[in-house]
């Protein structure tokens, strides 16, 4: 096989879906591409949108609906899918697999635990209750809703990215792949000695390509205590189904949320130091470096783990949403740059104060901000209408099928 895959970062004739593009909903950043002789090769998986997919090892049971794409689309590897035939409605099918129904079923079927795991012939044997053509088509709407919320999510989060890049003079830089930029580059040891590191990612062209578009604009440091407070979480021992919230690395989402759908909580007193509040900035310092969210009302009080940096903001020049959003678009890449570590990337909460944050307009501010809060209005809605689609399939089960 490996003389007739090779997958690439660089945009070619097909894309090969993964279990994170999947989960991320997300199909243009940091996705991989196939040749079309691959394409032809890997005939079997070719997917032309509606196809169930269930990831069959890590996240085994995990299952998704592929959108329909307007370019050639094959399937990644440790996934499998399911192409219904004529008459059988995609949409309600997906709903029924990923309600509390669906889940026990799938659930029944995962083997092992390290890690766990599930194959394509064990889900054939699960049985699917046969909705009414109403309750296919209330359903098959539902899910169209959940996808056009979604697509008009990205839009503005797309809107507000370009905007960002736009006044930092980084347009350019957003189009190039970090192959084009990135093939071979030469520092000075005086570099090296000041730096006091010997890695060769962090002298990369592109990290002093940001700096410099960054250094053209009145800044802050966000070591600078007047404005800025950073802590670092704190450890667990237990945990519970009842007390506060204990947000993990793991529940931080890549568009500033906060997945509260497998929220730990803890009984124990944790220090007033380690809660949140509605504003605060969250960032994961171990393995995932750049990976931000914005805490809610919903939760005001949380504990933070020692996984999580905190970032508290006071600057009054400095919009809040648009301090977290530059901190995930920008911020993210200077992360990456300062984090330690070989196998398992860290970011401490000194490195942390290093990042610079310029001071753009407040009408630039405004925009951007803006933008995001709108996109996360969007997604926030189509969860709603994922959870709508669920709901009804739930409801026709429970009243015996009369849908």
């Not at 169930?52 to 899918?81: C, H, Q, W, Y």
């Not at 049985?127 to 990205?154: A, C, G, M, R, W």
């Amino acid at each position: 096989m490996s003389k007739n895959v090779n997958l690439s970062q660089d945009p070619d004739y097909a894309l090969m879906v993964r279990a994170i593009d999947l989960e991320k909903n997300d199909y243009e950043s940091d996705v991989r591409y196939v040749s079309r002789h691959a394409y032809n090769f890997l005939r079997k998986t070719k997917m032309y949108g509606q196809e169930i997919i269930i990831d069959k090892i890590g996240n085994a049971g995990e299952v998704f609906l592929m959108p329909s794409m307007e370019r050639p689309v094959t399937l990644g590897m440790n996934l499998f899918m399911f192409r219904l035939k004529e008459g059988y409605e995609p949409a309600y099918v997906y709903s029924f697999l990923i309600s509390k129904y669906g889940k026990a079923l799938i659930y029944q079927r995962i083997t092992g635990t390290a890690p766990p795991s599930i194959d394509k012939e064990s889900v054939r044997g699960i049985l699917i209750p046969l909705p009414s053509k109403q309750t296919n088509q209330v359903v098959k709407s539902i899910i169209e809703d959940y996808f056009n919320t979604l697509e008009e999510s990205k839009k503005f989060y797309s809107q507000a990215e370009n905007l960002l890049l736009e006044e930092l003079g980084l347009s350019s830089f957003a189009k190039a792949t970090e192959g084009e930029k990135d093939l071979w580059w030469v520092t000075n040891l005086s570099d090296v000695k000041s730096a006091n590191r010997v890695d060769a990612d962090y002298f990369k062209p592109r990290y002093q390509e940001v700096i410099k578009k960054i250094e053209k604009f009145k800044s802050v440091d966000l070591a600078n205590r007047e404005y800025f407070e950073i802590i670092t979480g704190t450890y667990s021992k237990s945990y519970s189904l009842q007390g506060n919230n204990y947000i993990r690395s793991v529940n931080v989402q890549d568009d500033l949320s906060i997945d509260g759908s497998n929220m730990y909580k803890t009984e124990e007193n944790l220090g007033k130091k380690f809660k949140v509040r509605p504003g605060d900035i969250v960032t994961s310092r171990v393995g995932s470096i750049g990976t931000l969210g914005i805490i809610s009302e919903e939760l005001n009080n949380s504990f933070i783990s020692d996984n999580i940096l905190r970032i508290r903001n006071s600057h009054k020049e400095i919009n809040n949403l648009f301090l977290a959003f530059y901190l995930k678009e920008i911020g993210s890449i200077l992360m990456t740059r300062l984090s330690r570590g070989s196998v398992q990337q860290r970011l401490n909460q000194e490195t942390l104060t290093e990042i610079t944050v310029p001071i753009l307009s407040k009408d630039s501010q405004r925009k951007i901000a803006e933008l995001v809060r709108k996109s996360h209005e969007a997604r926030k809605k189509s969860k709603e209408f994922l959870e709508e689609a669920k709901r009804k399939v739930e409801e026709m089960i429970e009243k015996g099928g009369e849908s």
